[in-house]
């Protein structure tokens, strides 16, 4: 990667501070709106989150805005929550209001925008809590249309170990009835996949008449991956015929569903562990990803919207089964896994991830972050897997699930090797993603990855 700013080119990072994750994303007037947890000031979490807010026209060139709501008026800290938009076009927000010391147990707040750009929100009342004593997490509303109705999910935490979503309806956005729990499992149950104890930032979608629970797996303040079920919704109850895990390794963390503005299912993730060399700045977003579902598998991949960045690059044969290229601003790498199949990256001096295939998956380890290192993927010989890279990120995906490797964020170059134990490698093309001068410019000049 040859020398450029420091900084991802085509993921959200803010100009300095502390982000995790991202909320509320929206298509409205011509452009999305996205919001996200920010802690200005520091470079790791704090509980005096605020939502920061950034807007893009295709969800790559993000402009960063400022604050849109932040602590006070009650709120020691503005964590998760969700956006929604009526039918006569006013829009409301909904975050989780808290309080120290107690911030475990949340409080659902709204906000309304000052105006149509969304800078700025006015706080509303605070709604509810939680329901009763047996609940010990509650957090991240997650409101949608339920036919005539509104509906809210709540994450939450029951005593005992067991995860759950707490459930409300609404005719006006304004008042709610507590329906009861939306959707339950023990944090015993292991098979097919484990869902931990408490559900952070449960959301509820259909995709081909089958409904779709994805959630955060959380634990004793370990965060863990994403899961999901499969299944039947109706009348504010969700029962999962089936269970499975999308993310894996340690980065992908709290995504935020919403439709594309052609109506697309569509998820964006918190990505762990991506950090500023010169110590400005923490954490980024991922790539949007489409969703859809293969049986009962939820298969996420990368957005169109990251195609128009790519530009044709070929890699170079080095060896009887090895090619290899310098990455110029990133790389999007589609190849076959196949037995023996291995994919380095490396700068000058050191080797920051490799991708080996082993098994019924293949082994990632990145060299450059020991604190993310050595995970599994699955990606079965003869499935596609698809590599994304930027600037102190690689992500991964397939039709078994999706990954996000930080990596150490270095001026460059960085070379690209792929090598298969068969004499003819089966590879793609591979893109150079344009860097932050490539990106348009808005009307002051200024490329729209950048600071208003």
Not at 314 to 341: H, N, P, S, Y
């Amino acid at each position: 990667m040859n020398a450029q700013a420091l900084r991802p080119a085509f993921h959200f990072t803010a100009a300095q501070g502390w982000i995790n994750d991202p909320l509320g994303l929206t298509w409205t007037d011509g452009q999305y709106h996205l919001f996200y947890q920010y802690v200005p000031g520091r470079t790791t979490w704090a509980s005096n989150c605020h939502w920061g807010h950034a807007t893009s026209p295709d969800m790559i060139a993000w402009t960063e805005q400022g604050v849109a709501v932040a602590p006070g008026e009650g709120d020691d800290g503005v964590w998760s929550g969700s956006i929604v938009t009526a039918a006569d076009g006013t829009s409301t927000m909904f975050y989780t209001s808290v309080t120290e010391p107690d911030i475990g147990i949340g409080t659902v707040r709204t906000a309304t925008p000052d105006d149509a750009s969304w800078n700025t929100w006015t706080k509303g009342r605070k709604l509810m809590t939680a329901p009763d004593r047996d609940v010990v997490a509650y957090r991240d509303p997650f409101v949608f249309r339920d036919g005539h109705l509104w509906r809210m999910f709540v994450g939450a935490g029951l005593d005992g170990g067991t995860a759950a979503a707490v459930s409300y309806s609404s005719t006006d956005l304004a008042e709610w009835t507590l329906d009861g729990m939306a959707a339950l499992r023990s944090g015993t149950e292991t098979e097919p996949v484990w869902t931990g104890t408490m559900w952070e930032c449960p959301q509820l979608f259909e995709i081909d008449g089958s409904h779709v629970l994805v959630t955060s797996i959380w634990e004793d303040d370990v965060l863990h991956y994403v899961a999901y079920g499969v299944g039947h919704y109706a009348d504010g109850r969700f029962e999962a015929r089936s269970w499975g895990q999308l993310s894996y390794g340690k980065s992908y963390y709290a995504p935020s569903f919403f439709r594309d503005k052609d109506g697309k299912p569509s998820l964006i993730f918190w990505v762990r562990g991506v950090v500023s060399p010169d110590g400005q700045w923490a954490s980024a977003l991922s790539i949007p990803h489409t969703l859809s579902l293969v049986g009962d598998t939820l298969v996420a991949a990368p957005h169109e919207d990251l195609s128009t960045y790519g530009r044709p690059a070929q890699l170079q044969r080095v060896g009887e089964a090895a090619f290899e290229t310098v990455l110029t601003a990133g790389a999007d790498l589609r190849c076959t896994v196949a037995a023996g199949m291995t994919v380095r990256v490396e700068s000058l001096d050191q080797t920051l991830v490799t991708v080996a295939s082993s098994g019924d998956g293949i082994r990632v380890t990145a060299d450059g972050n020991p604190d993310f290192t050595d995970a599994f993927f699955p990606a079965a010989e003869g499935s596609e897997l698809r590599a994304i890279m930027d600037s102190g990120i690689l992500e991964l995906s397939g039709p078994g699930g999706i990954m996000a490797v930080p990596l150490p964020i270095v001026a460059g170059p960085l070379t690209l090797t792929v090598v298969r134990a068969a004499a003819e490698p089966e590879l793609r093309t591979v893109y150079r993603p344009m860097t932050p001068d490539d990106l348009p410019l808005n009307d002051a000049g200024r490329a729209l990855r950048g600071v208003v």
